[in-house]
C-alpha cells in the first residue's frame, strides 16, 4: 500500500516539476519518467514530429540538474562518429617520433634479437587513451555523476548502428576492440526518440520502455500554450487551440504539432492581435502548415473552419469546459 | 497472474518477450496493484510496443483486470434476491475473489507442467463438500472462488474457440461438485424436503448461468485474435492451386507482409557505408615499403555485393492455378531485390519488369497475364527469348530462377538453352508447384532441366517461398 501511495505521490511530483520548467506533461509521461529512472531503463519515445519528444529529454536534464548530451542519428552514423575514434594525425606523428628516438631506445643492443627484446619492453601507446578521441556515447559513460542521453531520431540511423546501440543500452557498457569495455560510472538516463519512417527493431525495443506521445487534446495544448506564450490572453488562446485541434481533425499532409501551435501563437501576440482575423489567419497559415497542398485546401475551408472556431461554445461546450477546468487548476 | 496476462495479450497478437515480462513483473514490485491508472500506463509502456500493440493492451488491461470487479454482479441477484443482509459482505467478496482471481489464474501453468491429476483431485473434493453448502448459505465469495479455481483446473488458459464454451461450463460445474450436488437434491426430493430441494434446484440453474457468463467472458478475452491467427497460419501451408478468390486478399497481405519482413532484414546490406574507420593494420602493412611513412592510408571497407536475378515465369495454361501466385511471388522479388529482371511466358516470353515496378500488384498481374497469360507451354522458344534479352548480361553473380512445371507439351524443353545459361550464371533455381513425386510424369522434364539447375525445388505455399527467398538473400551476400 505504501509503495503504491509513493509512486503516484512520486510520479504527481515529476508533473508538478516539469510544469514550472514550462514543460507540460500528462500521467503517461509521468509515469514513463518515473519508470526509466526507477528501473534504470531507456524510454523509447514516439509520436508524430513536434509533440516535445526532444523537448522532453531537455526538461528532464534541467529538472535532475544534470548535463545532457544529445546524439543526432542520421542514415551513415556509425561507432567513428557516435562513439570513438582514433586521433589519426596524433598517431602518425607517434610514428615519426618513435622512428627518430628509435636510434636512442636502440641502444646498446647489438642484435637483432636483442632490440627486438627492447621494443617488446617498450610500452606500446599506439592504442591507448592518448589517442582516444571521444564521441557522445562514450562520453555518456565516462560522466561521473550521471547524464542524459539523448538518443534523437534513432528511426533515421541505419539498422547496423541499431544493433550496436543494444550493448549500450542494456548494460550501460561498451566494447572497444583494442580498450576492453567500458562500463558506465553511473547509468546515464537515456532517452531516444523516434518518428517512426521505419520501424524500430524487436530487440531494441525489448529493452526500452516505450513511450507513445501523440498530439495533445485541447485542454493540454491549451495549458501548454500558458506556459509557453504567456502573454497571449486566454480567449485568443482559446481561439487558437480550438482552431489548431480543427486542423488536426483535417485529411492534411503534416498536420500542425505543439511546436507549430506555439509559432503561431507567438505570431498572434507579435502581430499583436485582439481577435483570430480570416486575414490574418490567411496570411499566417504558412507557419501551422508546412505543404502547399495542405495550405491550399484549408484555405478553402477556411469560412467554415472560422465560424467553428469563433463559436466553440456552441459546437462543443464540453471541450471548452475541460478547457477552462483545465485552466483553473492551474 | 503476469504469466496469464501476458498469454492474453500474446492472443491479442502483442508480441511479449520474456525479458518483457520480467520487466512487468518488476514494475508490479514497484507500482502496486492500487492504483490502476499508473499501472495500465506502466505496463502499457513496458509491454506494448507500438501505436496497434497499444490498442490492443487498452482493451486486454480493461477486460482483464475488471473481471474481478464485474463478475459478482452475474451472481448476485441470487443474492438479493432472499438475502439482504449479503449486502455489504458483497463489498467484501468483490475484493477477495479479485484476490482469489489473481492466485488463481497464476495456476494453469504450474498444473499443465505436472501434478495436475492429484492436485486437481484433491480441491476438487474441497469444492464438493462445500457446494451444497454455499448454495444453501448463498455465500458467493466462497461460490466465485470456487468457481475461479474450478475454471483453472478445467484448464481455462487453454481455452481457444468458443465452441468450447459449452465444454469449459460443464467441466466448471463438474469441478465445483455438481454431481455431488445432483445426488443431494435427489435425496432432499426422496427424503420430503422438497422445498429445500426446490431451493437448491434455483442455486443450481442460477450457478449454472453465472458459470456460463464467466466461461464467454474468459474465452471471449483470449480468443480475440486466435481465428485470424489459426487461419492465416493454415493459409500460410494451404496449396496453392486450392485458395479461392476470397482467400486471395489475406494472401496478398501475407505475401506482402513476407516481402517487408525480408526487406528489412536484408536491406541493410545494401548500404554500407563506404568510408569508415582508418584501417590501421592495413595501412601499416601497405606502408612498410616505404619505409614506415604512412603514405598511403587504407580504410575499412565493406564490400556490398547485390546479386542480380533473371526471373523466368510460367503463366500458361498448365499452371493457371499457380500462376497468379508466382506474379505475386515475382512481385514481391521486385520489392526485395530491385535489380531482379522479372520475365513471364507461355509460349513467347516477355519482360514484365516495368509493369512491376510501375504498378501495384493487382494491376500487374492483370497486365502480365493479360499480355502473355494462357496460351499453351513453350519451353524451348521462351528459354531461347530469355537468352536473348539476357544472356550475355549473365555473368557469375547473377542468380537465374525459373518458375514453372517443366511441362512443355512433349516439345523441346529448353534445356541446352538453360545449360548456357548454368555455365555461366552463379546458380540457376528451379522452382516447381508440383511435388516431387510427379516430377518426370507425362511432358513434365524435370530430367533434362533440372541437370542443368543447381537447386530445384518443389514450391507451391507461402512457407515455401519464404524460405526460398530467405535462402536466396542470405547465399547473395
Known amino acids: ?330 | 497472474m503476469i504469466a496469464d496476462f501476458v498469454r492474453i495479450l500474446r492472443a491479442a497478437d502483442i508480441r511479449v518477450s520474456p525479458a518483457e515480462t520480467l520487466d512487468a513483473a518488476e514494475i508490479f514490485e514497484t507500482i502496486g496493484f492500487d492504483d490502476r491508472s499508473i499501472l495500465k500506463h506502466a505496463l502499457g509502456q513496458t509491454l506494448a510496443k507500438t501505436e496497434m500493440e497499444k490498442q490492443a493492451f487498452d482493451e486486454a488491461f480493461e477486460t482483464y483486470f475488471r473481471v474481478p470487479e464485474e463478475t459478482p454482479p452475474a451472481v448476485m441477484p441470487a443474492a438479493l434476491s432472499e438475502d439482504d443482509a449479503g449486502d455489504e459482505e458483497s463489498g467484501e467478496s468483490e475484493t477477495q475473489s479479485g484476490s482469489d482471481e489473481m492466485s488463481g489464474e497464476g495456476q494453469p501453468q504450474q498444473a499443465g507442467e505436472g501434478g495436475e491429476g492429484s492436485e486437481g483431485g484433491e480441491s476438487g473434493e474441497a469444492a464438493n463438500q462445500t457446494l451444497t453448502e454455499m448454495l444453501q448459505n448463498r455465500d458467493m465469495a466462497a461460490l466465485q472462488a470456487a468457481m475461479q479455481q474450478a475454471a483453472s483446473q478445467a484448464g481455462i488458459a487453454d481455452a481457444k474457440l468458443f465452441t468450447q464454451q459449452g465444454m469449459f461450463s460443464r467441466r466448471i460445474m463438474e469441478a465445483m461438485g455438481l454431481a455431488d450436488l445432483d445426488a443431494r437434491i435427489r435425496q432432499m426430493n426422496e427424503g420430503g424436503e422438497t422445498e429445500r430441494a426446490e431451493q437448491l434446484k434455483q442455486g443450481r440453474a442460477q450457478l449454472f448461468g453465472a458459470v456460463q457468463d464467466f466461461v464467454e467472458r474468459q474465452i471471449a478475452m483470449r480468443t480475440k485474435n486466435v481465428g485470424r491467427l489459426l487461419r492465416e497460419d493454415a493459409l500460410s501451408r494451404i496449396r496453392l492451386s486450392n485458395l479461392d478468390k476470397s482467400d486471395m486478399k489475406i494472401m496478398r497481405e501475407l505475401i506482402r507482409k513476407l516481402a517487408k519482413r525480408l526487406a528489412s532484414r536484408h536491406s541493410r546490406r545494401r548500404k554500407k557505408a563506404q568510408r569508415g574507420m582508418l584501417d590501421i593494420r592495413r595501412t601499416m602493412r601497405a606502408n612498410v615499403a616505404f619505409d614506415g611513412n604512412l603514405f598511403n592510408l587504407a580504410w575499412r571497407r565493406v564490400k556490398v555485393e547485390r546479386p542480380k536475378l533473371i526471373v523466368l515465369c510460367d503463366v500458361s495454361g498448365s499452371v493457371a492455378a499457380v500462376s497468379r501466385f508466382f506474379l505475386m511471388f515475382l512481385y514481391s522479388l521486385d520489392e526485395v531485390m530491385p535489380k531482379t529482371r522479372s520475365f513471364v511466358f507461355s509460349n513467347r516470353a516477355g519482360e514484365i519488369s516495368d509493369i512491376l515496378q510501375n504498378d501495384d500488384l493487382e494491376a500487374a498481374m492483370e497486365a502480365a497475364l493479360r499480355q502473355y497469360g494462357g496460351g499453351s507451354t513453350d519451353y524451348g522458344v521462351s528459354m531461347m527469348d530469355l537468352a536473348a534479352a539476357t544472356l550475355d548480361s549473365v555473368d557469375k553473380k547473377t542468380t537465374v530462377m525459373v518458375l514453372g512445371d517443366a511441362r512443355s507439351n512433349y516439345g523441346d524443353p529448353g534445356h541446352l538453352v538453360l545449360k548456357e545459361f548454368y555455365e555461366r550464371a552463379g546458380r540457376v533455381i528451379f522452382l516447381n508447384p508440383e511435388p516431387e513425386s510427379v516430377w518426370d510424369t507425362g511432358d513434365s522434364e524435370m530430367k533434362k532441366l533440372g541437370a542443368y539447375c543447381t537447386h530445384k525445388q518443389t514450391c507451391n505455399s507461402v512457407k515455401h517461398v519464404e524460405r526460398v527467398l530467405d535462402d536466396l538473400l542470405r547465399l547473395s551476400s
Open chain 1, 1 to 330: 500500500m505504501s509503495k503504491e501511495k509513493t509512486a503516484r505521490d512520486a510520479i504527481e511530483g515529476l508533473m508538478a516539476g516539469y510544469e514550472k520548467l514550462g514543460y507540460v506533461s500528462d500521467e503517461q509521461i509521468a509515469t514513463a519518467l518515473f519508470l526509466a529512472q526507477q528501473l534504470e531503463k531507456p524510454l523509447l519515445v514516439e509520436g508524430p514530429p513536434g509533440v516535445g519528444k526532444t523537448e522532453l529529454a531537455k526538461a528532464t536534464a534541467e529538472y535532475l540538474g544534470l548535463d545532457m548530451i544529445r546524439l543526432q542519428c542520421y542514415e551513415g552514423l556509425d561507432e567513428a562518429k557516435a562513439l570513438y575514434e582514433w586521433q589519426y594525425g596524433k598517431q602518425l606523428l607517434y610514428t615519426q617520433v618513435l622512428k627518430e628516438k628509435l636510434g636512442d631506445l636502440m641502444e646498446g643492443a647489438a642484435t637483432l634479437d636483442q632490440s627486438m627484446d627492447k621494443l617488446h619492453d617498450f610500452e606500446d601507446v599506439f592504442f591507448s587513451e592518448q589517442f582516444l578521441q571521444t564521441r557522445p556515447l562514450l562520453e555518456a559513460l565516462r560522466a561521473d555523476d550521471g547524464i542524459v542521453l539523448l538518443i534523437d531520431e534513432i528511426d533515421k540511423s541505419d539498422d547496423e548502428f541499431e544493433a550496436f546501440l543494444l550493448e549500450i543500452l542494456s548494460d550501460y557498457q561498451i566494447s572497444i576492440p583494442e580498450l576492453g569495455t567500458v562500463k558506465a560510472k553511473k547509468p546515464p538516463l537515456v532517452f531516444l526518440t523516434s518518428n517512426n519512417t521505419r520501424e524500430i527493431g524487436d530487440a531494441l525495443k525489448r529493452r526500452c520502455l516505450h513511450l507513445y506521445i501523440p498530439f495533445p487534446d485541447a485542454a493540454r495544448e491549451n495549458t501548454i500554450l500558458q506556459a509557453r506564450v504567456p502573454e497571449l490572453d486566454k480567449s485568443l488562446r482559446n481561439n487558437v487551440v480550438d482552431f489548431v485541434q480543427k486542423l488536426r481533425e483535417m485529411d492534411l499532409k503534416k498536420p500542425p504539432a505543439v511546436s507549430e501551435t506555439i509559432d503561431w501563437a507567438r505570431t498572434v501576440v507579435l502581430l499583436n492581435m485582439d481577435v483570430l482575423e480570416s486575414d490574418f489567419v490567411k496570411n499566417t497559415l504558412n507557419v501551422l502548415l508546412k505543404f502547399k497542398s495542405d495550405i491550399e485546401s484549408v484555405e478553402s475551408e477556411l469560412p467554415r473552419l472560422m465560424r467553428e472556431s469563433q463559436n466553440p461554445k456552441q459546437q462543443n461546450p464540453k471541450q471548452q469546459d475541460a478547457k477552462e477546468s483545465g485552466a483553473a487548476a492551474e
